[in-house]
């Protein structure tokens, strides 16, 4: 038999429907926000993703599924979905007519990550990104828009984490103070740390190792060095954060596994789900358009993990049976298959639920059928009710039978079934 790949698995029917209200739910929350929806593809060059994520991160040193195609070029499955809005707003020139564009993205991200649960090598997020205004009250909306969404879902046990990194202009101050301070703890270190402690020292704060975790923990952070314009920026969020009631607090190692964050960054985080506490997360990206080879633009994202969404979502909820057939046609006789077919199918295109049996099997064992599918009514339609023009119709509920004609019975089912 084959299987599906490690890291990899099906949403099975049943589960989807939770999928479903939770689409539903963001979409229509993100476009009230003004954000419409964009599809991209799930392969892009691989330069884009080295370029946009950094050199010298996870995601880019060891978690990209990257190929040569026949060609020879070099792909990559996406591993998230910032870099391809980027590259598709500019691609596009969607700054053209207005440099403001809210865009918002659901589809599936691959990472060759150690599978466990509420991590998997195919994973879907649903990111927003927001092109062309730089103000913190944007910081503030984008938080609070996430906050929202998971109020409507019913989740209580969230806190959001707010940090800001600094702009091109006080992070070398920083970084200077933090590959200082590496420097001096290097013992404790783990080998991936050590090397990247000159190239990509910010990465060492989000290392998940135990012996860096406590070598960190006193580490000097970005916002003991930001200049006055991103204070100031990072002053406004919280305030308006309070003014909207959203409980935040400040985490002042929060760095984020992607080297394009510049100031606010931020994460939700959860207890409901043991060692993958974060649900969602985001920041500014201001040089990121620019860095591709848009023109300048200040840009702020998020990405919310989907898989991790679902599970605390159903923890909370108590799974619906499954819907049932609202109305189950059982023909009996050769004769009867076709106008049973008719009716079923004309009936599906009215907007009732209509199933029937194809095979020629007895009225007990259809009904046995009819059963197990839950359905709410059976139709009884065997050629002795076609010859004498009175279908049988059974309430499944309250096992109680009328009969209806044969010749008008799209009709008179669709009133029955009050439609
Ligand atoms: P990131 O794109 O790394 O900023 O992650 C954003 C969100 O995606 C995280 O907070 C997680 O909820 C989710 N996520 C990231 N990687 C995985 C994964 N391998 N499996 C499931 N969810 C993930």
Redesign the pocket.
Known sequence: MIQTIRGFRDILPGDTDLWQTIEKTASALFEDFGFQEIRLPVIEKTELFARSIGEATDIVEKEMYTFADRKGDKLTLRP?ATASAVRSYIQHKMYAADPVKKLYTIGPMF?R?RPQK????Q?Y?INAEVFGIASPYIDAQMILMLNELFQRLGLTDLKAHVNSLGCPRCRPEFQKALTAFLASKKEGLCSNCTRRMDKNPLRTLDCKAPGCREALADAPSPLDRLCEKCTDHFNTVKTVLDQQNVDFIVDKNLV???DYYSRTDF?IQTSALGAQS?????GRYDALVQELGGPPSPAIGF???F??LVEIVSQLTTKQEARGPELFIITVGAGSIEKGYLLSSGLNLKGVRTEMDFGQRSLKSLMKRADKLHARHVLIMGEEELDTNALVLRNMTDRTQTTISADDALNELLTRLGH
């Open positions: 998230e990472r990550e509420g991590r998997y090598r994973f997020q984020r596994g992607l994460e974060a649900v969602a997360g985001g990405a919310i993990g898989d991790r």
